[in-house]
Nanobody, 126 residues
Framework: QVQLVESGGGLVQAGGSLRLSCSAS????????LAWFRQAPGKERDFVAA????????FYADSVKGRFTISRDNAKNTLYLQMNSLQPDDTAVYYC???????????????????WGQGTQVTVSS
């Protein structure tokens, strides 16, 4: 039902920053819990960060904690991921994901999300 479109990816040097956006076409965007996942070539799609529908709770993978910040603007139907201090290991295709949620429970497995964007490439060079 909901369509998600990521943007903001690109090439950045180690130590640099990028801000990813995920635009959703959904009248009831505020009812969705949201998350970012990433997938490097030959690897599984891994959890990065999640945010509840009210933005009252966030959760981060240990690998990005302290460097990445997830946020949302329900009025603009947009999800964000601010990425600072980027490292070569952050290189991956980044996907936004959404799930209908009636609670503030955080889900960190990809199987828990029904809707996905097309992905945006983030490449961090040394």
């Amino acid at each position: 039902q909901v369509q998600l479109v990521e943007s903001g990816g690109g090439l950045v040097q180690a130590g640099g920053s990028l801000r990813l956006s995920c635009s959703a076409s959904e009248r009831t965007f505020s009812n969705y819990a949201l998350a970012w996942f990433r997938q490097a070539p030959g690897k599984e799609r891994d959890f990065v960060a999640a945010i509840t529908r009210s933005a009252g709770r966030t959760f981060y993978a240990d690998s990005v904690k302290g460097r990445f910040t997830i946020s949302r603007d329900n009025a603009k139907n947009t999800l964000y991921l601010q990425m600072n201090s980027l490292q070569p290991d952050d290189t991956a295709v980044y996907y936004c994901a959404a799930r209908n949620s009636g609670s503030e429970v955080i889900i960190t497995v990809k199987e828990g999300y029904a809707y996905w964007g097309q992905g945006t490439q983030v490449t961090v060079s040394s």
